[in-house]
Antibody, heavy 117, light 107 residues
Framework: QITLKESGPTLVKPTQTLTLTCTFAGFSLTSGVGVGWIRQPPGKALEWLALIYWNDDKRYSPSLQSRLTITKDTSKNQVVLTMTNMNPMDTATYYC??????????WGQGTLVTVSS | DIQMTQSPPSVSASVGDRVTITCRASQDIGGWLVWYQQKPGTAPKLLIHDASILQSGVPSRFSGSGSGTDFTLAITSLQPDDFATYYCQQAHNFPFTFGPGTKVDIK
């Protein structure tokens, strides 16, 4: 059974760096799969952020690429997303998810991150 | 980036109604489209992948169709559990992009 869970701070100050960890079970990043990150501001639509594949291929949203870094720790079954220079517009629920060919079939519960001084 | 639009933005319907939601891509995405259902405070749930393939465990009253730029999600005989927001997403090109959502609420 595939499960994913996001962890990290619930509150960050403007200009700070956000670090979120996705801890997963039921699959391994050693072969043929990946983990993606998606966010959703309160009351708004979903926004894809980044994806890392088992072979360390990384893809980023072009609009956020300069601020995002995605890495994996295969031994810990974790994927980490960092976002620099946080601002109030980055307030959102952040999800990690397991990708299939055309979408994401398993999602974490999400973690709400608020950016405020 | 490929832009995704959905119509209508919202629809009011009754239990038992048939509801159709349209998703349009700004360029040809073949069949690289998925549909999600999201209820307040919960993560999206995958309903349909590859434009028309029902995800395991999803009721057969949900169906997807289309290819290229125009896609449709249909819900026959709407059930109380179906009142939610529905999103389409393209996976043809990076960056993956989502539609703005369609809210299905109770008439």
């Amino acid at each position: 059974q595939i499960t994913l869970k996001e962890s990290g701070p619930t509150l960050v100050k403007p200009t700070q760096t956000l670090t979120l960890t996705c801890t997963f079970a039921g699959f391994s990043l050693t072969s043929g799969v990946g983990v993606g990150w998606i966010r959703q501001p309160p009351g708004k639509a979903l926004e894809w952020l980044a994806l890392i594949y088992w072979n360390d291929d990384k893809r980023y949203s072009p609009s956020l690429q300069s601020r995002l870094t995605i890495t994996k720790d295969t031994s810990k079954n974790q994927v980490v997303l960092t976002m620099t220079n946080m601002n109030p517009m980055d307030t959102a629920t952040y999800y990690c998810a397991h990708p299939i060919r055309t979408g994401f079939d398993y999602w974490g519960q999400g973690t709400l991150v608020t950016v405020s001084s | 980036d490929i832009q995704m639009t959905q119509s209508p933005p919202s629809v009011s319907a009754s239990v038992g109604d048939r509801v159709t939601i349209t998703c349009r891509a700004s360029q040809d995405i073949g069949g690289w489209l998925v549909w999600y259902q999201q209820k307040p405070g919960t993560a999206p749930k995958l309903l349909i992948h590859d434009a028309s393939i029902l995800q395991s465990g999803v009721p057969s009253r949900f169906s997807g169709s289309g290819s290229g730029t125009d896609f449709t999600l249909a819900i026959t005989s709407l059930q109380p559990d179906d009142f939610a927001t529905y999103y389409c997403q393209q996976a043809h090109n990076f960056p993956f992009t989502f539609g703005p959502g369609t809210k299905v609420d109770i008439k």
